[in-house]
Structures are given as structure tokens and as C-alpha cells.
């Protein structure tokens, strides 16, 4: 069984401030998707990485792949109150009938207050 | 772009009912689809993989007679939960591969259920 590790499991911050959400593993994934859930909604995909090393950037988020494809983190600057929500890392154990299996970290509730 | 659809969005029963959610692939066919749950505040965790015309396979600790899944076309992956006890109570999300060699994952909005 892969197991991820994602913390903080709680955020609470003000707007503008950075902040950094971690995911770690001792296990190695094909790849590593960040997601973003609203409550009584499915989660909605923000990137993949997939090679190790890579570093992927969205607006404000920049998103980076260890190099060892064992841990990844997220990282957003001058968080707005509308980044607001549950984050999820999930790693990916793709390699032939095991695509989009995916394993997921325990999650973070980011408040960005006004 | 795909879309995966899951309905319904949510379900109030009465313990011992048992409750349907289906899961659907609206512009794709999907030969495997994914089974979540997820309890509030929590991260999802993996229920089972539902594979096209044969027998679902289940995570450890979960019971398969209790969630029954059927995969009969390409489009479609149901759940059912049989008995429904108020300690099922929760968000239960699918998602669907889509393509063979390109492949893209899609999740489901979701289902609340709420056993009474």
C-alpha cells in the first residue's frame, strides 16, 4: 500500500500571505496530481507532474515534483480569499492495469481570510 | 471536454433501504471507472475498481456485498448500497477513465447520501 502524507492538515491565514502545502511518500509514483475540492463537489484537477524534479507553475500556484518522485509540494503566493478550500495530492500507481488508481493524501483545509 | 456525470447529487433513506448512485461517462467510453468515499473534512479513499463486463475488484476492509458494483456498458458503473446503516452516511464520488494510450481521469460531482 502507497501512502502519501499531506500537511498541514489545517491552514488559516490572511490574504496575501504566502503558504505551502507538502506531500511526502516513501513510496515512488508514476506521477503526483494536485486537486482542488468545494464542499458537496468532485474534486477538479489543478496539474500532473510527472517527471522527477519538474516544477509547474498556475497563476499564483507553483507546484513542484521531488526528485526522487517520492514527495511533492504546492506552493501559493498572495493567497486570496477565493483560493479557499480542500487541497489533495494523490499519487498515481500507473503502470499497466493500474492508471488512475489513485491514492490520496489526507488532505488540507485552507482558509484565506479577507 | 468529458464530463462524468453522478446522480443523484444526493439521497436521504431510511436504514435498511437500500440506495443506486450511477455514474456515467457522457462523451466517452470508459472500460474502468473508480469508487470513492469520502467523510466530511476527510480525504477520499479508494472503494473499488470497476472494470467492464467483469467483477469489481475491492480495497481491503471494504465489503463487496454490502456495496454492490455493476459495470454493464461502456458508459455506465452503478453502486448500490444494500442496508444502508446511518454509519454509511457519506460523499461517495466516481471517476472514469477516458482513452486508451492518451489516458485522462474525470471525477464525478458527487453524491451525498444521508441514511437516516
Known amino acids: 500500500t502507497q501512502l502519501l502524507e499531506q500537511s498541514p492538515q489545517f491552514l488559516s491565514i490572511q490574504e496575501g500571505e504566502n503558504l505551502t502545502v507538502y506531500c511526502n511518500s516513501s513510496s515512488v509514483f508514476s506521477s503526483l496530481q494536485w486537486y482542488r475540492q468545494e464542499p458537496g463537489e468532485g474534486p477538479v484537477l489543478l496539474v500532473t507532474?510527472?517527471?522527477?524534479?519538474e516544477v509547474k507553475k498556475l497563476k499564483r500556484l507553483t507546484f513542484q515534483f521531488g526528485d526522487a518522485r517520492k514527495d511533492s509540494s504546492l506552493h501559493i503566493t498572495a493567497a486570496q480569499p477565493g483560493d479557499t478550500g480542500l487541497y489533495l495530492c494523490a499519487g498515481d500507481n500507473a503502470g499497466g492495469t493500474s492508471y488512475g488508481k489513485l491514492t490520496f493524501g489526507q488532505g488540507t483545509i485552507l482558509t484565506v481570510h479577507p | 471536454g468529458a464530463v462524468v456525470s453522478q446522480h443523484p447529487s444526493w439521497v436521504i433513506c431510511k436504514s435498511g433501504t437500500s440506495v443506486k448512485i450511477e455514474c456515467r461517462s457522457l462523451d466517452f467510453q470508459a472500460t474502468t471507472m473508480f469508487w470513492y468515499r469520502q467523510f466530511p473534512k476527510q480525504s477520499l479513499m479508494l472503494m473499488a475498481t470497476?472494470?467492464?463486463?467483469?467483477?469489481?475488484?475491492?480495497e481491503q476492509g471494504v465489503e463487496k456485498d454490502k456495496f454492490l458494483i455493476n459495470h454493464a456498458s461502456l458508459t455506465l458503473s452503478t453502486l448500490t448500497v444494500t442496508s444502508a446503516h446511518p454509519e454509511d452516511s457519506s460523499f461517495y464520488i466516481c471517476s472514469a477513465i477516458q482513452g486508451a494510450g492518451g489516458e485522462k481521469l474525470f471525477f464525478g460531482s458527487g453524491t451525498q447520501l444521508s441514511v437516516l
Open positions: 507532474v510527472v517527471t522527477g524534479g
Open positions: 470497476s472494470n467492464e463486463g467483469s467483477k469489481a475488484t475491492y
